[in-house]
Structures are given as C-alpha cells and as structure tokens.
C-alpha cells in the first residue's frame, strides 16, 4: 500500500515538472513572437485598385490593375495584410484626370500617407508612378430573353398556354461598342422528362465574353409554364365558299368537315363549332381541277394540332 502511495506522489510530481516546463516553453515562444512583431520590415506588396465615385456615364474597362507598394512597418501591422487582401482606394471625384481616352491618377505619397495609412507605417516606394484607367461611355439596354428548352411531357399532358420567363427582358449596361451587339439573352438549356405538372425552374443566362466590362440587370430567369392534362376533340365545321363569280352557281359537297384538335380538359367544354371557319378559296382553282382544297382560316387559341378530315372538296357549276 505504501509503495502504491510512494508512487503516485512521484508520477503527481513528475507531471507537474512537465507542466511548468510547457508553461515556460510557451511563455519563451510567446516572448518570442512579440519580440519579431515588435520589429520593423520593409516589404513590397500588390495592393488592388478600389474605385470610388466613377460617373455613371461612363464604365471602367480595365478592372485587373494593381499597385506595388512598398511599406516599412511593424510585425503587427503586417499581420493586417496577411488576412485581408490590400486595397487602394481611387476616387474618381478628385484623384484623377481625364485624358483622351483614359482616366489618370499620378501616385501621392501625401495623399496616401495621410488618409490610408496610418502614422506608424512609412511608405518608401509607389510603382508605377502613373495608372491610366481605360474608359468607355455607358450604354443602356433593353434586350429580351430567349428561352431555350427541351422538355418531354407525359402522356396526355401538355403545355397550355405560352412559356414565359420572368423576367423577360434583361437590362444591359456598357460601353458602347459591347452591349450594341447584344440583341437578346438566351438561356442555359432547360431539359425536362416526363413532365405532368407546372414548370418553375431557375436558369442561368449565357453571358457573352468580355462580360467583366458589362452589367446586367440579372443573370438568371425564371422560366413558367403551365402543364394540364389534354384529350383529342373532333367538330363537324361547315365548308364556307370565297370567291365564287356572281354569274356562277356551285355544288360541293362535303358541306361540312371533321376538325380535330387536341385541347386541355378543362377548355374542353368551352371548344364550340363558331370557334373554326373553314373555307374554300375558288379563286386557286386551276385550269380542269374538279375539286377545291379546304383551308382552317379560322380556330380558338385554346387548341393544339388542328387538323383538317379531308383534303379535297368535289364541286360542280351548274350556272
């Protein structure tokens, strides 16, 4: 028992040498840390353009610029740099002038030192010297939406009505010389199987290229439609004669044709007979030609696939 006693009061002691030998360890490297930040470096680092203040008529087309400077500060200050990707901040309402077809900002080490940079950091170098901003003059436009779909139905189910997108018509603003080009958006590809309900599904745009030096309103639509259940109708529809002479008297017959159609169930009812005309134009009658051809001239918006039962009308003159 005393053994066992002796031994856990040398392990107990054991471990805590350990632990005040970890505590100094991590003490030093701390000490040591401070030590190095404490200390001033001189380094060159690429600080990225922020532009401020840009008139809204005109666009900056040249968005990658970057400007060395070279700092000499504290360990500490640095740190900031390592986190946070460096910015310049450019403001277009009193940092630069406009010369041809550019914008140009000359470097300021006062301007910079006084109100990006705080006392303990001295700037030594600012490369280049001279940053020219290229610029066009902005163009705003309204272009439409193309959609672009492939989409299979279920059997018996069909799209009733138009697909539509929302929005349906993006705007576009650039230079010039860009967005003149652009004339409409198309969409990505929409591809659907086996579809017996509503569509509403989010799709991106095809941006043109250059797309860095253009805005746009949006990069995606949504693209509606609505999905009902279909069934087959057929109507008799009476054969209307057009340009008959006054001086001649015909005989046709059929009088009336079978139209079939394909229509939602819940326009089925609404499908009436006065919706179609059908008629047949004496005037395209040729030379010896003993029959007449039927034309649908006439039919509601609410049907799909109309079709005519029978091609030929035979007619007689009996005046």
Same mark, same amino acid.
Request: hydrophobic share 40%; proline share 4%; charged share 25%.
């Given at each position: 028992?005393?053994r066992?006693?002796?031994?856990?009061?040398?392990?107990?002691?054991? #471990?805590?040498r350990? #632990?005040?030998?970890?505590l100094?360890l991590l003490s030093a490297?701390?000490?040591?840390?401070?030590?190095?930040?404490s200390?001033e470096?001189?380094?060159?680092?690429?600080?990225?353009?922020?532009? *401020?203040n840009?008139?809204?008529?005109?666009?900056i087309? @040249?968005?990658?610029?970057k400007?060395n400077v070279?700092?000499? *500060?504290?360990g &500490?200050?640095?740190i900031?740099?390592?986190? @946070?990707?460096p910015?310049i901040?450019?403001?277009f309402?009193?940092d630069?002038?406009?010369?041809?077809a /550019?914008f140009?900002?000359?470097?300021?080490?006062?301007?910079l030192?006084n109100?990006?940079?705080?006392?303990?950091?001295?700037?030594?170098?600012?490369?280049?010297?001279?940053?020219? &901003?290229r610029?066009?003059? #902005?163009?705003?436009?309204?272009?439409?939406?193309?959609? #672009?779909?492939?989409?299979?139905y279920?059997?018996? /189910?069909?799209?009733s009505g138009d697909?539509v997108?929302?929005?349906?018509?993006?705007?576009v603003?650039?230079?010039n010389?860009l967005?003149?080009t652009?004339n409409f958006?198309?969409?990505?590809?929409?591809?659907?199987?086996?579809?017996?309900?509503?569509?509403?599904?989010?799709?991106?745009?095809?941006?043109?290229?250059?797309?860095?030096?253009?805005?746009?309103?949006t990069d995606?639509? *949504?693209?509606k439609?609505?999905?009902?259940?279909?069934?087959?109708?057929?109507?008799?529809i009476?054969?209307?004669?057009?340009n008959v002479?006054d @001086?001649?008297t015909?005989k /046709?017959?059929p009088?009336?044709?079978?139209?079939?159609? /394909?229509?939602?169930?819940?326009?089925?009812?609404?499908v009436?007979?006065?919706?179609?005309?059908?008629?047949?134009d004496?005037?395209?009658?040729?030379?010896n030609?003993? &029959?007449?051809?039927?034309?649908?001239?006439?039919?509601?918006?609410?049907?799909?696939?109309?079709?005519?039962?029978?091609?030929?009308v035979?007619?007689?003159?009996?005046?």
């Amino acid at each position: 028992m005393i053994r066992k006693l002796k031994s856990k009061i040398l392990i107990s002691i054991k #471990n805590r040498r350990i #632990n005040v030998f970890l505590l100094f360890l991590l003490s030093a490297f701390v000490i040591l840390i401070f030590s190095k930040l404490s200390k001033e470096y001189t380094k060159t680092v690429a600080f990225t353009i922020e532009k *401020t203040n840009v008139p809204q008529k005109y666009i900056i087309l @040249n968005d990658s610029i970057k400007l060395n400077v070279t700092l000499k *500060t504290h360990g &500490f200050k640095w740190i900031k740099y390592a986190f @946070n990707r460096p910015k310049i901040k450019v403001d277009f309402n009193k940092d630069v002038y406009k010369k041809d077809a /550019y914008f140009v900002w000359h470097k300021s080490k006062a301007f910079l030192n006084n109100t990006q940079f705080d006392k303990q950091v001295e700037i030594l170098n600012i490369s280049p010297d001279t940053l020219r &901003f290229r610029f066009g003059v #902005n163009l705003v436009k309204k272009v439409p939406v193309k959609l #672009n779909t492939d989409i299979a139905y279920s059997v018996g /189910y069909d799209l009733s009505g138009d697909m539509v997108s929302e929005p349906d018509s993006v705007i576009v603003v650039g230079p010039n010389t860009l967005a003149s080009t652009i004339n409409f958006l198309e969409t990505e590809v929409l591809k659907l199987a086996d579809v017996r309900s509503n569509i509403s599904e989010t799709v991106k745009l095809k941006l043109p290229d250059k797309k860095s030096d253009l805005k746009f309103s949006t990069d995606k639509v *949504t693209i509606k439609a609505s999905v009902e259940k279909f069934t087959e109708g057929t109507l008799k529809i009476p054969v209307t004669m057009v340009n008959v002479p006054d @001086n001649m008297t015909l005989k /046709y017959f059929p009088k009336a044709i079978s139209v079939s159609y /394909y229509v939602s169930l819940n326009n089925f009812d609404a499908v009436k007979p006065k919706d179609f005309k059908v008629v047949c134009d004496y005037g395209k009658v040729s030379e010896n030609q003993s &029959f007449l051809i039927p034309e649908l001239v006439r039919f509601p918006e609410v049907v799909k696939n109309v079709k005519i039962g029978q091609q030929h009308v035979e007619f007689i003159i009996t005046k």
